[in-house]
């Protein structure tokens, strides 16, 4: 059975006991990924070891670290973050 992908889905949305369990912010929107028990991602959905550039690698673990220095922007509505990309792609 193929994942149920779900984007946007406001924190508020999502179920009390979910909330509570994973700690979401109520006002952030989410991607919540639906996959039965027990069921491993299919291999074919994930590309090869070998196609993942040591670029990216290291642009991910950069971005990481911003985050937990606090260098990030917290969209807390659909608005805002329209208005984030707007910003990005008007500066490149």
Not at 49 to 61: C, G, Q, T
């Amino acid at each position: 059975m193929a994942p149920k992908i779900l984007q946007n889905i406001k924190g508020s949305e999502i179920p009390d006991a979910w909330r509570q369990q994973i700690g979401t912010d109520p006002d952030q929107f989410y991607t919540v990924i639906i996959r039965p028990q027990n069921e491993e991602p299919d291999e074919e959905e994930m590309p090869p070891e070998e196609m993942i550039s040591e670029e990216f690698i290291e642009a991910v673990e950069r971005s990481s670290e911003e985050y937990k220095a606090g260098k990030g922007t917290l969209c807390r509505n659909k608005e805002e973050l329209d208005a984030l990309f707007k910003g990005i792609w008007e500066n490149e």
